[in-house]
């Protein structure tokens, strides 16, 4: 399933492109915005597969809306709508993977479909690829404008707080230059898990499991005087990985 957003400070235009999307079975639309500003805040948590996105939106355009998401290091799938072409040269420089044109087109529109879900399929055998290669035992990210190597074993925890991503060890916090979905294509499966869309949990450094919430759990992990949530979407994943029934 291709989990999409759409971000257009029309709403006629976002029930248009809904509309159009919900006849394709294998797409979800997750959120829709007419804010960009929202938009992007969203988008940098929760990191869907693509985003319909206009151009000329007046908090800010699609295209300095994508340049922030390129900085921050989110590799979510930009597809421009817009009623200008007068911006496609720019967008394609971005990486977009398509650009349609207002008033839309239900065939071009299930074309761009299709090239997000080839370029899903591409990356996914190149992260099945890159899992059978030898774990990491030192992580190196970009702080600033130097780079540091972290041990493995030393991570508690990494997180997103403050729209900032960051990594909790033994010792000190860091935060990074760097999304929490790329973070965690980085790390060990066996050894790491996203407990939440802005948590992943070192499983050996978990210290208590307790109940929560409508069917959630919080975990206490060792040194560390966070709480971290366990959120219904990856209860299942969760615990298959700690063996709880």
């Not at 079975?25 to 206009?54: G, K, R, W, Y």
């Not at 420089?93 to 997000?116: C, G, W």
């Not at 890159?130 to 990210?141: F, M, Y």
């Not at 991503?165 to 979905?181: F, H, V």
């Amino acid at each position: 399933m291709i989990r999409a957003v759409l971000v257009d400070d029309e709403p006629l235009a976002i029930q248009e492109l809904e509309y159009i999307l919900s006849k394709v079975s294998f797409v979800e639309i997750v959120c829709t915005f007419t804010d960009a500003l929202e938009a992007l805040a969203f988008i940098q948590m929760e990191e869907p597969d693509v985003v319909f996105m206009d151009i000329d939106m007046p908090q800010m355009s699609g295209i300095q809306l994508t340049e922030k998401l390129r900085t921050s290091g989110i590799k979510t799938k930009v597809i421009y709508a817009t009623a200008y072409d007068a911006f496609a040269i720019k967008a394609f420089d971005q990486s977009a993977i398509d650009y349609l044109l207002k008033p839309y087109d239900a065939e071009r529109i299930y074309a761009a479909v299709l090239k997000i879900k080839q370029h899903i399929k591409h990356s996914s055998t190149a992260d099945s690829q890159k899992n059978t290669a030898k774990p990491i035992e030192r992580l190196s990210v970009w702080i600033g404008e130097k780079m540091i190597l972290i041990h493995i074993d030393e991570i508690v925890f990494c997180a997103i707080e403050n729209n900032r991503t960051t990594i909790r060890t033994d010792k000190a916090t860091y935060e990074i230059n760097d999304s929490l979905a790329n973070l965690e294509s980085k790390l060990p499966q066996e050894k790491f898990i996203r407990t939440h869309r802005a948590y992943i949990v070192n499983l050996t450094k978990i210290r208590e499991i307790s109940p929560y919430f409508n069917n959630t759990l919080v975990l206490k992990l060792e040194g560390c005087k966070d709480e971290i949530p366990v959120s219904r979407s990856y209860i299942k994943t969760f615990k298959g990985a700690m063996h709880i029934n």
